[in-house]
């Protein structure tokens, strides 16, 4: 379907009707097109609508004296095929946030062998009441009523043996690295 010279004007000076016309005549060419390319029947109507947004845009630079078609045509391939640069640059930063996700995780779980190796030499280097406190505690979830039933001792001792413990993990934890006393404060 070819425009007249005088829709042409119309659609250069921003008519409506005349812009309609266009797109009622090529539109369903855009989609088709598109549909072609892109395999999805979403992303051929995203097209069809970018295109004719920009028959807008450029409505002005229309040349008259030439079919719209390859103008449109032209303009949703184009489209298209960066649509298509999008989604394979997409991909290729999905594959690469991937791979720096498995690398941290990786760090994080020998970051975490090695918190968990100060935190068992430290817990051996306790005296005997001490560490027996800090394994009811926090390694059986024993509340400190618990353990003083357990041991014949005041929930006061337990506390406080809790509370030295901690002193005395902090000061391996430091001496170790930063991090490890980091990550000792969020987990324990």
């Not at 993990?169 to 006393?181: G, M, N, S, V, W």
């Amino acid at each position: 379907m070819s425009m007249n010279k005088h829709m042409y004007l119309k659609l250069k000076e921003g008519d409506l009707d005349a812009f309609q016309f266009v797109f009622n005549a090529y539109s369903a060419g855009v989609y088709n097109l598109a549909f072609r390319i892109l395999k999805n029947k979403e992303s051929a109507e995203e097209i069809v609508q970018e295109t004719f947004l920009k028959v807008w845009t450029y409505r002005a630079s229309l040349c008259e004296d030439k079919d719209i078609w390859p103008f449109i045509y032209v303009m949703a391939k184009r489209l298209c095929y960066n649509q298509l640069r999008s989604i394979k640059y997409n991909e290729e930063a999905q594959n690469e946030l991937l791979h720096q996700m498995s690398s941290l995780s990786e760090s994080i779980h020998s970051n975490m062998i090695d918190i968990q190796q100060v935190l068992k030499e430290s817990v051996d280097q306790l005296p005997v009441r001490q560490r027996q406190v800090w394994i009811m505690s926090r390694e059986e979830g024993k509340s400190h009523r618990e353990i003083a039933d357990e041991l014949g001792i005041s929930q006061n001792t337990v506390k406080n043996s809790i509370v030295q413990t901690l002193k005395i993990l902090r000061t391996a934890f430091r001496e170790a690295d930063l991090i490890y006393f980091i990550f000792f404060l969020f987990f324990l």
